[in-house]
Each structure stands twice: as structure tokens, then as C-alpha cells.
């Protein structure tokens, strides 16, 4: 009975890890490259790192 609890449990705890991790997949990647793509139309080039493009430059004065 022991054996059976704990294979539950491993089982409960597995899935709960994979389903975390596909939901924090399925949140960042697609905000990540909402936010790239946004950029990309607003100045014209498509940049990962937002704070080091030109129009930051110009805003923020960095």
C-alpha cells in the first residue's frame, strides 16, 4: 500500500511539473515575441534586447 501511495504521488508530482512548465512556456515565449514584434512595427527594426534600440535611445537618453 505504501509502494502504491508513493507511485501516486510521483505520478501527481510529474505532471504537475510538466504542466507548469508548458504553461510558463505557452505564457512567455508567445508575450516575449508579442513585445518583439510590436517593436519591430513602432521603429522599424526588430530588435530582442528593447533597451538597446534606437528608439529607447532616443526616449530615455540612454
Known amino acids: ?3 502504491f501511495i ?3 504521488l510521483e505520478l501527481f508530482t510529474a505532471t ?3 504542466l507548469s512548465a508548458t504553461a510558463a512556456f505557452i505564457v512567455t515565449v ?3 515575441l508579442v513585445i518583439s514584434l510590436l517593436f519591430w512595427v513602432l521603429t522599424g ?3 530582442w534586447n ?3 534600440s534606437d528608439t529607447m535611445r532616443k526616449l530615455y537618453g540612454k
Do not use: R
Request: charged residues 20%.
Open 30 to 32: 508567445p508575450f516575449h
Open 6 to 8: 508513493m507511485s501516486v
Open 16 to 18: 504537475l511539473l510538466f
Open 45 to 47: 527594426e526588430l530588435t
Open 50 to 52: 528593447i533597451d538597446k
Open 1 to 3: 500500500m505504501k509502494h
